[in-house]
């Protein structure tokens, strides 16, 4: 089943009726419909298919739990996920599991006392609750044929039921160890399983360094070598290379969701236009985040697009030439109102500035008020998205954060007498996350914005990545990425499992409709209708 199947299994199980699938609370589905989509995640979960499940509670957070324990699942099947990517790793495999024993243990030691000593809850994160997140982790992989096969002998196949089994009665109920301890009783674990199952005492160490990451929340994670490679690499890269064009998924398609203004697939591809291949190969073979790097390469390379065009559906190809994407800020007036509209795409080091130059030059072309679309922007430089809140709030508390070290912990402020006082409407959906929700939430919680879309992403935290060091030969052993910093609303609530509700809620399916049958941004409507209503109200 692929990631495409459990979207359209949610579209089919949602049809039976008018009710439309929504991530906010304010719009809840039926009980019943919430059941049934949580069986179906649990019965993906019998087959291991964990993306699937994961993506349908993904879904989910934001409505009634009903006793189902939505969010709690949601997290399982998340770490279940990084558990099997880690799985099919090879510089996991090839890499980390080659290290000696002694070394696996050093490992542990290192990834534990980070853990214990850089977490933000250090009264509920001990030595014990690592320990048993490790040993939940070993008995996940322990549940997993694939794991059963490539690690254990087929003559001891038979032994994993009883060995999972002893394992829980005699370590499962530790509550009370000290760091030497816990690692002496990971030892045990790793020279039973090596009698029992003739299973690598190094893999079992590993598994329990990497569930031990659980202990602290869903963002904490262990990062195989190559992992920790590819997200250092795309921290570090100032710019993408691609079409200027972003995906989504649609009726089990990979269709175009927006096409960035003057970039190079503008006025080639449309929105709703249906990617059939890239470079001939069918994106129908590939998972989403494969699709969306097929389209990224050196900047000048051509990549060739076939795709079926929603205006005329008719299948063409055509190459189109990669380059930079365009700046974080999108602005211009909009058409035949007095409005200016204003694209925040992400933050990045210049954005603040960025935005300056934007509201100036709208005011320049007689904008009395602005539409500031967040949608799908999924955060960046978190000082950039304050520096940036500054720039429409005259006073203010605009977030607060809580850090790991108490010293660093600071509450952020609007000082701005030159702030822009015009009515100002923020478009906001599921996928606004981290930097943007802030700026959103302190336009929320400070009166000065009408929010329009969907409940935002809740994601109101920060992490660092940590490399482990070496083992003997310089063998690279991974890293981590580690929570070290939680964001606060003005108002005092946390942004993480949460998000920011808007203030008008645009229901995602009914705007599709609506953009299909009139070519027009449903969202947009919106703002304009709440803009002019605001401008028309006596003073």
């Avoid at 995640?41 to 957070?61: C, F, M, S, T």
């Avoid at 070993?138 to 001891?156: V, Y």
């Avoid at 079409?243 to 398609?253: A, E, K, M, Q, S």
């Amino acid at each position: 089943m692929t990631l495409r199947r459990a979207y359209t299994i949610l579209a089919i199980l949602l049809c039976g009726g008018v009710v439309f699938f929504t991530t906010s609370p304010a719009f809840a589905l039926p009980e019943n419909q919430i059941r049934r989509l949580v069986k179906e995640a649990r019965d993906l979960e019998k087959n291991g298919q964990w993306d699937e499940a994961r993506v349908i509670y993904e879904h989910l957070l934001g409505q009634p739990d009903h006793g189902l324990r939505i969010r709690e699942r949601y997290h399982e099947a998340l770490r279940r996920c990084w558990q099997t990517y880690r799985h099919q790793d090879t510089s996991y495999r090839k890499e980390v599991l080659t290290v000696e024993f002694s070394q696996a243990l050093r490992i542990y030691s290192v990834v534990s006392n980070t853990l214990l000593h850089s977490s933000l809850d250090k009264k509920k994160i001990d030595s014990a609750r690592l320990f048993r997140k490790g040993l939940d982790e070993l008995d996940a992989a322990l549940a997993d044929p694939q794991f059963i096969r490539e690690h254990i002998p087929s003559n001891r196949h038979g032994e994993v039921a009883a060995f999972r089994a002893m394992m829980r009665k005699t370590w499962g109920s530790a509550n009370q160890l000290t760091h030497d301890e816990a690692a002496d009783q990971i030892a045990r674990v790793a020279l039973a399983a090596e009698v029992a199952l003739d299973l690598s005492a190094t893999v079992v160490v590993m598994e329990f360094a990497c569930g031990a990451c659980y202990a602290i929340d869903e963002y904490t994670v262990y990062l195989t070598p190559n992992q920790l490679r590819e997200l250092a690499q795309s921290l570090s890269r100032t710019e993408v290379i691609g079409v200027g064009i972003t995906l989504t998924i649609h009726d089990n398609r990979i269709v175009v969701h927006e096409v960035a203004m003057e970039g190079p697939a503008s006025g080639i591809l449309e929105r709703g236009d249906h990617i059939v291949s890239i470079n001939k190969k069918a994106v129908a073979d590939y998972p989403y985040k494969d699709v969306v790097e097929m389209l990224k390469g050196p900047s000048g390379s051509m990549v060739e697009i076939q795709f079926m065009s929603a205006q005329d559906m008719m299948l063409r190809t055509i190459g189109i030439p990669r380059r930079a994407a365009a700046a974080s800020v999108n602005a211009f007036p909009w058409p035949g109102t007095r409005l200016g509209y204003l694209q925040i795409n992400s933050f990045t080091e210049t954005t603040a500035q960025d935005v300056d130059a934007a509201i100036n030059a709208l005011n320049k072309e007689g904008m009395k008020g602005l539409i500031l679309d967040l949608r799908a922007n999924g955060g960046g430089v978190f000082d950039s998205s304050i520096e940036t809140a500054r720039k429409f709030l005259a006073t203010g508390i605009i977030a607060s954060t809580q850090h790991q070290d108490p010293k660093l912990s600071h509450i952020y402020q609007a000082k701005n007498p030159n702030a822009l006082t015009l009515p100002l409407a923020v478009l906001v959906d599921g996928d606004t996350a981290s930097a943007a929700e802030v700026l959103a939430g302190a336009l929320k919680d400070n009166d000065r914005a009408t929010l329009i879309g969907q409940t935002t992403y809740g994601k109101g935290c920060t992490q660092c990545l940590l490399k482990l060091p070496g083992a003997t030969g310089n063998v690279p052993t991974g890293g981590l990425k580690v929570t070290v910093a939680r964001v606060f609303s003005p108002k005092g609530l946390p942004y993480s499992a949460r998000g920011v509700v808007p203030h008008i809620f645009i229901d995602e399916n009914m705007a599709e409709s609506e953009s299909s049958l009139t070519g027009r941004d449903a969202y947009i409507n919106r703002a304009i209708e709440e803009l002019h209503r605001v401008l028309l109200s006596p003073k």
